[in-house]
């Protein structure tokens, strides 16, 4: 290929995105190359763009073409990719979702089936932008798949506003389930009503939830949980003190606590609160916080006493990209998915769409190439 494509490239904390071009590379053996139709910006890129999650101090190389969550077309095929992970037929032009980092499948995370677990994933991210093949993110035109890629064709019926999500959001959220071992009737509370909130909230009650009880500050959150179908909301600004909120889960779980907690909103603040919402014998998942070295002051007692297993999640399998796309088709008209994605915007306007997000009354947002 001769033609180039645009990245959005992230130079450093406090630094405004560039609009940077690169040549299109062309897919090596085992790899592939999509162009991206519709990109969401997550909360981790928020994290990012803050200065939580510095790729300087993690020991990124600078620049980095930001963004992961998306959905796209196949633009080119490399030699010997001719069936997507679930062996259906791949050709250049059909509309697939993928994921966003890469196992290696020999390590010992892989060979047990914890893909996610991969210490060799984000492999891709140890070199800059600037380097071969350029497209590492989706903030821009192209995203190069490297080998051992996972990727799976779209269903005609969704429409790209309601896949966006899907690569990040709702598999890693079904994947947060999974390791939880969600069971039916069980009562559970989400803290964070954003894109990965309003998708725990359809997806436990796909798994047969008892009560679902939301947490979150903001009004068009909380209206969308609701419409979601949480049982409870929890409002910050009506229950200001923690001590309080604990106390509101505990008497909708009949003073129990709930069987699991999964924490989304991704503050450390808000970790110790959410084990105290843990019954006896529950579980807490740890999604959202994914910022080394923002800390709380925690109290470990309170697994030991009260048997809580306390459980990260980062990253999913393929099985879960799979699962989470069936889902979103099978229950297209059962949730309003379309909500999730609240705005979209060009590309160019990225730097003022994350000031905006930032501020929390847009949901997610979208950029179109």
Not at 64 to 90: C, F, K, M, N, Y
């Amino acid at each position: 290929m001769t033609e180039r494509g645009r990245a959005a490239a992230f130079y450093g904390v406090g630094q405004p995105f560039r609009i940077n071009e690169y040549p299109v590379p062309e897919p090596r053996p085992g790899a592939a190359l999509v162009r991206i139709t519709l990109a969401n910006v997550c909360g981790s890129d928020l994290h990012v763009w803050r200065g939580e999650l510095d790729p300087a101090k993690r020991g990124r190389a600078l620049p980095i073409h930001q963004g992961h969550e998306g959905v796209s077309r196949i633009a080119a095929l490399g030699e010997g990719v001719t069936t997507a992970s679930d062996g259906q037929p791949l050709a250049v032009g059909d509309r697939v979702v993928f994921g966003y980092f890469f196992p290696c499948g020999r390590c010992r995370a892989c060979l047990r089936g914890k893909e996610w677990c991969c210490p060799n994933r984000m492999h891709h991210r140890a070199t800059p932008c600037d380097d071969w093949p350029h497209f590492k993110g989706t903030f821009g035109d192209y995203f190069y798949l490297y080998p051992n890629h996972i990727v799976f064709k779209v269903p005609d019926e969704l429409p790209d506003e309601l896949v966006a999500g899907v690569n990040c959001a709702m598999a890693q959220v079904t994947c947060g389930w999974d390791v939880a071992r969600l069971e039916v009737g069980e009562q559970v509370v989400i803290q964070g009503a954003g894109g990965l909130g309003l998708y725990a909230i359809a997806l436990a009650r796909e798994r047969g939830a008892g009560r679902i009880i939301v947490v979150d500050g903001v009004t068009e959150r909380l209206d969308l949980a609701a419409a979601f179908g949480a049982d409870e909301l929890i409002d910050l600004r009506e229950l200001p003190e923690p001590d309080r909120r604990i106390a509101r889960v505990k008497e909708l779980t009949d003073g129990w606590g709930a069987d699991v907690v999964m924490e989304l909103a991704g503050f450390p603040a808000v970790i110790d609160e959410g084990v105290r919402m843990v019954g006896s014998g529950g579980r807490y998942v740890e999604i959202g916080n994914i910022s080394p070295g923002l800390t709380y002051q925690a109290d470990p007692a309170l697994w030991t006493i009260g048997n809580v297993a306390v459980l990260g999640n980062n990253h999913y399998s393929r099985q879960h990209l799979h699962d989470a796309l069936d889902v979103l088709a099978r229950t297209r008209d059962s949730y309003p998915y379309d909500r999730i994605v609240s705005h979209k915007f060009p590309l160019g306007e990225i730097n003022e769409v994350m000031a905006a997000q930032d501020q929390g009354h847009i949901t997610r947002a979208s950029l179109v190439p």
